[in-house]
């Protein structure tokens, strides 16, 4: 027999005791996102009160059946969130108590990366997000030379404070403030770098002049961005949300494992959420990120082997295909939102990326995106192209209901083995097996105590930005100016 109940903690942590005795509506779960609302009702009189029913207690929610035997306890948690509202209800028939349950994902949504009083951050190489870096101070002296071309390098006599410049501290690829108030005026500026070395960076300046025993005096010498990897970039995002938050996430994210995807970005007063949205957009296709039960955090590529197959003879009771074009997007139109202020301003990005064949089947169908985040060409490229390869197909989703193997053995499966993210194979479709591919991946499982609803999306590369992308452009054209600090 299959039992679903809930254990009670305080907002403190203490465990309050449990609900044996619940009605259980079931909810969501999907990649690029987690665990949804939860809804339970329980059978008390509308003057019930408990220490347990108090807004803000964190209710987690277990099962019990035949698969749970071998477990620790023989139960398997399959959900957690917080009470979110509750209300009483009482019609002279029914008297029920019905408690909506918040997942903590959701708080990823409402706080903003910041250290200390800064809410602006940048991506750094050493430790992932950070507040930008000054080299040097008014005493500390360069000469400016031009060894080749258009590149100019700074490098620091050892007059004065040591700026600590080395390949290490100024990488290739350091967006760099710089500023000087005895340079000439066509060497100051914000440039890319291209070079650097112990005392010296080199950037690409066709306007630079040849100057030497210049102090910074009350200018700055300044590194903006460095170009991270996606996964330290997340890291460093989710360190910061515990540490500025009571409750706290982990991830299965491992500082020397990488994506291979490097940006140089800005993150201005963004929330968790939007971070982790944002690092999708640039991930490499097949990624996806995953908040489960344990307020784990995972961001991965699919997997490269099967983990479940279901057989339309056997485990699927219904199943539906549906074909989309209203989300195909062909062409991109990047912009950065910089206007540029002469050398003082950062590049101006305004690029087009599109895919001829899908011009070609659908007609032009236009994504404009504005992100002020993006500072370099090559991660205006990272995102514009990545955008392009999971916009521009037809999107077919598959939908298939897997009854439960507790209530009908012969043609059940262990529901709750099923998580958003895994791989399947679905077997006996042999008038669809255009669609029907190995290995697809499952975007979203609706979970109740007797069935499972999966939608699996063909190709899985594909990615919903359509209104989403709209939204963030408007939401970072109002942040373009707005203060890095608070006070």
């Known amino acids: 027999m299959k039992k679903i109940f809930a254990k009670v903690y305080s907002t403190a942590g203490y465990r309050l005791g449990e609900w044996d005795e619940l009605i259980f509506s079931g909810f969501t779960k999907a990649i690029n996102s987690g665990l949804s609302d939860c809804v339970i009702e329980l059978a008390e009189t509308y003057d019930y009160t408990d220490t347990k029913l108090m807004l803000g207690n964190r209710v987690d929610i277990y099962v019990i059946d035949k698969d749970t035997t071998a477990l620790p306890d023989g139960v398997l948690k399959i959900y957690s969130g917080f009470i979110s509202a509750y209300e009483p209800i009482s019609d002279g028939k029914v008297n029920k108590i019905v408690i909506r349950l918040m997942p903590y994902n959701t708080l990823l949504g409402l706080d903003i990366l910041?250290?200390?009083?800064?809410?602006?951050?940048?991506?750094?190489?050493?430790?992932?997000?950070?507040?930008?870096?000054?080299?040097?101070?008014?005493?500390?002296?360069?000469?400016?030379?031009?060894?080749?071309?258009?590149?100019?390098?700074y490098t620091w006599d050892g007059t004065g404070t040591d700026p600590v410049i080395s390949a290490t501290t100024i990488p290739a690829g350091t967006v760099m403030y710089i500023w000087g108030e005895n340079f000439s005026f066509d060497n100051n500026g914000t440039f890319e770098v291209i070079a650097s070395g112990a005392n010296y960076f080199e950037i690409t300046n066709s306007?630079?002049?040849?100057?030497?025993?210049?102090?910074?005096?009350?200018?700055m010498l300044n590194a903006f961005s460095q170009p991270v990897d996606l996964v330290r970039i997340l890291i460093s995002a989710?360190?910061?949300?515990?540490?500025?938050?009571?409750?706290?996430?982990?991830?299965?994210c491992v500082w020397e494992v990488v994506s291979g995807v490097n940006i140089t970005y800005m993150f201005e007063q963004k929330t968790y959420r939007e971070i982790l949205d944002t690092l999708l957009s640039y991930a490499p296709l097949?990624?996806?990120?995953?908040?489960?039960?344990?307020?784990?955090?995972?961001?991965?590529?699919?997997?490269?082997?099967?983990?479940?197959?279901?057989?339309?003879?056997?485990?699927?009771?219904?199943?539906?295909?549906?074909?989309?074009?209203?989300?195909?997007?062909?062409?991109?139109?990047?912009?950065?939102?910089?206007?540029?202020?002469?050398?003082?301003?950062f590049e101006e990005i305004y690029k087009n990326y599109e895919d001829t064949d899908s011009i070609s089947k659908y007609g032009r169908r236009v994504l404009p995106v504005v992100d002020y985040g993006i500072y370099t060409e090559d991660t205006a490229?990272?995102?514009?192209?990545?955008?392009?390869?999971?916009?521009?197909?037809?999107?077919?989703?598959?939908?298939?209901?897997?009854?439960?193997?507790?209530f009908d053995p012969v043609r059940g499966y262990d529901i709750e083995s099923i998580q958003p993210g895994h791989t399947c194979t679905i077997r006996g479709f042999?008038?669809?097996?255009?669609?029907?591919?190995?290995?697809?991946?499952?975007?979203?499982?609706?979970?109740?105590?007797?069935?499972?609803?999966?939608?699996?999306?063909?190709?899985?590369?594909?990615?919903?930005?359509t209104q989403k992308g709209i939204n963030k452009s408007v939401q970072d054209i109002t942040r373009s100016s707005m203060p890095e600090t608070y006070t």
Do not use: C
């Open 114 to 153: 910041k250290k200390t009083n800064t809410t602006t951050l940048y991506t750094f190489a050493d430790d992932g997000l950070d507040t930008e870096r000054s080299f040097g101070d008014s005493t500390t002296q360069f000469d400016i030379t031009n060894p080749a071309g258009s590149t100019m390098r």
């Open 207 to 219: 306007a630079g002049v040849a100057e030497s025993n210049k102090t910074l005096g009350t200018g």
């Open 238 to 252: 989710i360190d910061y949300f515990n540490a500025n938050n009571d409750h706290t996430f982990s991830t299965n």
């Open 286 to 345: 097949g990624w996806y990120y995953y908040i489960d039960e344990n307020d784990k955090v995972y961001f991965q590529s699919k997997s490269t082997y099967n983990l479940h197959t279901f057989d339309i003879t056997k485990h699927i009771t219904s199943f539906n295909i549906s074909r989309n074009l209203e989300k195909t997007k062909n062409v991109i139109l990047l912009w950065n939102g910089n206007l540029g202020s002469g050398n003082l301003g």
């Open 381 to 406: 490229d990272e995102i514009g192209e990545r955008l392009l390869a999971k916009n521009k197909d037809i999107e077919v989703k598959i939908q298939i209901e897997v009854v439960d193997n507790n």
């Open 430 to 465: 042999d008038k669809y097996s255009e669609y029907f591919q190995e290995e697809m991946v499952i975007e979203k499982v609706v979970y109740t105590k007797e069935k499972a609803v999966l939608t699996i999306t063909v190709p899985f590369i594909k990615e919903v930005i």
